[in-house]
């Protein structure tokens, strides 16, 4: 497995360090800057164009960021960047974008979004993007298709689960991509403890990283039960969390 403790060194800002989209917007490059001018490693979330770029966006569709009808795989990397997020301005950057931006300051964990019929080619994208990257960079996926390619079309980049849920029937899941290859594990902090969770930790030696802490009690969770959180609406280092 990877030397992967910068992974845990530092809290990661979800999404960026927006401000849960008042004014700085998530998964945007004001968003991105903030955080590495602060020092946080930037989790972001990507999908394939109309056209093959890799852009970074969270949504399937377009509405909820940019009040636009239709779908993020409709749209070619550059019609994607005429649309602004949330009215500010911003754009909906590309991945490619985002590298050049943070430049190695601060480590990226990028998560790949698959959408069945338009993410073919995505891990291998994200893979040739990142091949001559200098920073500290790990790629992670909920979609179980996506992470069987990872050490195929991303190799030597550090590859992770991103997982949820607490029952039987998904914690065998869980346990069943450990066969390939994944060198971390990103956990709703909500669903912690679980008995997947405490194997990767403690039998594997595998780092777990929290999603999504707001508040004071997921931030006590993460640092009894896992090894890092990913994090929004306060700043860790600068103030209490609500």
């Known amino acids: 497995m990877s030397e992967l403790s910068w992974l845990t060194a ?28 602060r020092g946080y490693a930037i989790e972001c979330d990507v999908h394939l164009s ?3 770029d890799v852009v970074v966006f969270h949504d399937n569709s377009l509405d909820r960021l940019t009040g636009t009808n239709g779908y993020i795989w409709q749209r070619t990397a550059g019609e994607l960047a005429a649309l602004r997020i949330g009215g500010t301005a911003d754009h909906v950057p590309t991945l490619g974008e985002l590298l050049r931006l943070v430049d190695g300051r601060v480590p990226l964990v990028i998560e790949l979004k698959g959408i069945p019929g338009h993410d073919d080619g995505l891990v291998a994208k994200v893979g040739e993007a990142l091949r ?20 195929r079309h991303a190799p030597g980049i550090p590859g992770g689960l991103t997982a949820w849920g607490d029952v039987d029937h998904e914690l065998e899941a ?11 594990v990103s956990y709703s902090v909500t669903h912690l403890p679980n008995r997947f969770v405490s194997f990767v930790r403690e039998k594997l030696a595998m780092p777990v990283i929290t999603w999504t802490v707001r508040d004071e009690e997921a931030v006590r969770t993460t640092f009894s039960r896992a090894d890092q959180m990913t994090f929004e609406g306060f700043e860790p280092d600068a103030a209490s969390v609500a």
């Open 10 to 37: 530092r809290p990661i800002a979800h999404r960026g360090l927006h401000d849960l989209n008042k004014t700085c917007w998530e998964n945007t490059l004001s968003a991105f800057e903030r955080a590495a001018a």
């Open 50 to 52: 109309a056209d093959g």
């Open 174 to 184: 869980h346990f069943s991509m450990l066969a390939h290859g994944i060198s971390f």
């Open 132 to 151: 001559h990257y200098n920073g500290k960079v790990a790629i992670m996926s909920f979609d179980h298709w996506l992470i069987r390619d990872f050490t």
